[in-house]
């Protein structure tokens, strides 16, 4: 296979958090692309309206609902799409959740446990029941989203923050341990973008002009812009990458305090 090849016709893509967002920007680009996709999220409403955006533009789509908590909903996921399609190729890992903004040590024990089961464990889940499917297909890619904050705290952010770090190493765990499978596992790390799930950052005047201020882009990103780095992951232009984390965050990390004025 070439090595621009972006193609991915002949594919099976798994998308947590799929209903909208990233998870949905990502789909519909690995249907542009060529592959099969299995959407999942917690709510099959919003699923099946996400399904019917790719439908629309061409693409092959069975949406199915499941939290990532469970490991039996996860499996049930898994087993349709092998059921139907024949296997699975590509595993993103985007679902997520943050029922904690502030200081850390506000922080509940149950805000913890919440964020490091659908965060990481959640993850890990998917993955695990994932695996064996790709290691009878072949091999494989899985991109796991992490976030800026996993490299750098943000602020109010801080139990996310650590989650998204694990995620960072659980990403180069697997990577080494995958290698000789021919599973190939990445992360990305999102700056600041315009989601739902970001709505309390961009709502709020005063709150969004101090974000987009420690961007040197000025500004936030569309979900979109995430997905050109997922398509590169998931395709054979990607064949040796493996156990990296990449940053798409407007120059955050590099910038954030730099100001020509």
């Keep these: 296979m070439p090595a621009t090849n972006f193609d991915l016709d002949g594919k099976v893509a798994l998308v947590t958090g799929a209903s909208r967002g990233i998870g949905l920007a990502i789909a519909q680009a690995y249907a542009l692309a060529g592959a099969k996709v299995v959407l999942s999220s917690r709510k099959q409403e919003g699923l099946d309206k996400a399904a019917d955006q790719i439908r629309a533009i061409g693409g092959e789509v069975m949406p199915l609902a499941a939290h990532t908590g469970s ?28 029922p904690h903004f502030g200081h850390i040590m506000t922080a509940e024990e149950s805000h913890w446990d919440k964020i ?33 904050a996993g490299k ?8 996310y923050s650590v989650s998204k770090a694990a995620v960072i190493m659980l990403t180069e765990v697997l ?17 600041f973008v315009k989601t739902s ?3 309390a950052l961009w709502q709020n005047e005063g709150i969004y002009n101090a974000v987009v201020k420690a961007i040197p882009q000025r500004r936030m990103a569309e979900p979109d812009e995430i997905a050109g780095m997922a398509l590169y992951l998931a395709s054979g232009a990607a064949q040796f ?3 990296g984390t990449f940053v798409v965050d407007g120059g955050q990390l590099v910038g954030g305090s730099y100001s020509p004025f």
């Design 241 to 243: 990458t493996t156990g």
């Design 116 to 148: 490091l089961d659908v965060n990481v464990k959640g993850y890990f889940r998917v993955v695990k029941a994932c695996v064996p499917i790709m290691k009878e297909r072949g091999g494989g890619s899985v991109i796991n989203m992490a976030s800026v």
């Design 175 to 191: 990577a080494a341990e995958l290698a000789q499978d021919n599973i190939r596992v990445n992360a990305i790390a999102p700056g």
């Design 152 to 159: 750098e705290p943000q602020p109010m952010m801080g139990v």
């Design 197 to 199: 799930f970001s709505r």
């Design 71 to 98: 490991s039996d909903a996860v499996k049930t996921v898994v087993d349709q799409a092998v059921h139907m399609w024949g296997g699975i190729d590509i595993v993103v890992n985007n679902a997520a959740t943050n």
